[in-house]
């Protein structure tokens, strides 16, 4: 089992940053993918980035690429992802989430995730 738990989210202006952490339990942290996901209201979840096990295979979805990094520590079992030059659509609760799969950028392949964590950015 992995808990993953997130912290970060918060309130900012159109045009800051935020940085999310995602803490993660066990002695295997190295081996799962992690995913960056987010849901705001009346929406489905949507895919936001992923980064590999290793941290060197990284994928972004189009509408955060060049705004977002998502990268990884696995000697502190932690998962960030920094976000800039944030814009009022990017207002959603974001979810970290760990799957097996080398890459993946759909919901079913993740097994665990965390509770998630507000992010609310005003226009």
């Known amino acids: 089992q992995v808990q993953l738990v997130e912290s970060g989210g918060g309130s900012v202006q159109a045009g800051g940053s935020l940085r999310l952490t995602c803490a993660a339990s066990g002695r295997t942290f190295s081996r799962y993918t992690m995913g960056w996901f987010r849901q705001a209201p009346g929406k489905e979840r949507e895919f936001v980035g992923t980064?590999?096990?290793?941290?060197?295979?990284?994928y972004y979805a189009d509408s955060v690429r060049g705004r977002f990094t998502t990268s990884r520590d696995n000697a502190k079992n932690t998962v960030y992802l920094q976000m800039n030059s944030l814009k009022s659509e990017d207002t959603a609760a974001y979810y970290c989430?760990?799957?097996?799969?080398?890459?993946?950028?759909?919901?079913?392949?993740?097994?665990?995730w965390g509770q998630g964590t507000q992010v609310t950015v005003s226009s």
């Open positions: 989430a760990a799957g097996i799969r080398g890459i993946a950028t759909m919901a079913h392949e993740y097994e665990y």
């Open positions: 980064v590999s096990g290793s941290g060197t295979m990284i």
